[in-house]
T-cell receptor, first 112, second 112 residues
């Protein structure tokens, strides 16, 4: 396994609610990226954090936000949940920006 | 932005046969091409990667080839085994920050 962990494993929310997903990167990895993976699709890049600063963002609205902490953990926050936000959310950490990413097990979010 | 096309979407082979999955990319500046294997309900796991300064890389039964001129790269699996059954994703990224664009995935089924 990669050493990257995520919590919770599963989550059910209702439309309009807010959710926070957590990721613990592999020790020493200063870069974390978050992805949304809809059923039957490849992972879609949401954003990347490098040394606690946002380092790139995909085509996701501002209600998707994140944080990275000095202890290698990070959060993905999603406000005003929509039905289409139902997906597997993956974080991936890397030693630094240009290194290979290693994925966590994901959080499966269901929005009703 | 980058666009990655992956074919086929489904590939069914007999145990012992070879399997080939092909991807094309649109951005000639892309220079890093990883392949991930994702078993049902599990995280994507890196199985092999290639950088644009080489044309081929092998790791036991797995090989990846890259044609920069044609902007396509392929995954080759020889002597397939039932445990190779999974969804395989290709990805492409460029520049100083590793933010990959993923293909839509290939579901490989290896029949015993």
């Amino acid at each position: 396994e990669t050493g990257v962990t995520q919590s919770p494993t599963h989550l059910i929310k209702t439309r309009g609610q807010q959710v926070t997903l957590r990721c613990s990167s592999q020790s020493g990895h200063n870069t974390v990226s978050w992805y949304q993976q809809a059923l039957g699709q490849g992972p879609q890049f949401i954003f990347q954090y490098y040394r606690e600063e946002e380092n790139g963002r995909g085509n996701f609205p501002p209600r998707f936000s994140g944080l990275q902490f000095p202890n290698y953990s990070s959060e993905l926050n999603v406000n005003a949940l929509e039905l289409d936000d139902s997906a597997l959310y993956l974080c991936a950490s890397s030693l630094t920006v240009q290194e290979t990413q290693y994925f966590g097990p994901g959080t499966r979010l269901l929005v009703l | 932005g980058e666009n990655v096309e992956q074919h086929p979407s489904t590939l069914s082979v007999q145990e012992g046969d070879s399997a080939v999955i092909k991807c094309t990319y649109s951005d000639s500046a892309s220079n890093y091409f990883p392949w991930y294997k994702q078993e049902l309900g599990k995280r994507p796991q890196l199985i092999i990667d290639i950088r644009s300064n080489v044309g081929e890389k092998k790791d036991q039964r797995i090989a990846v080839t890259l044609n920069k001129t044609a902007k396509h790269f392929s995954l080759h699996i020889t002597e397939t085994q039932p445990e190779d059954s999974a969804v395989y994703f290709c990805a492409a990224s460029k520049g100083g920050s590793y933010i990959p664009t993923f293909g839509r995935g290939t579901s490989l089924i290896v029949h015993p």
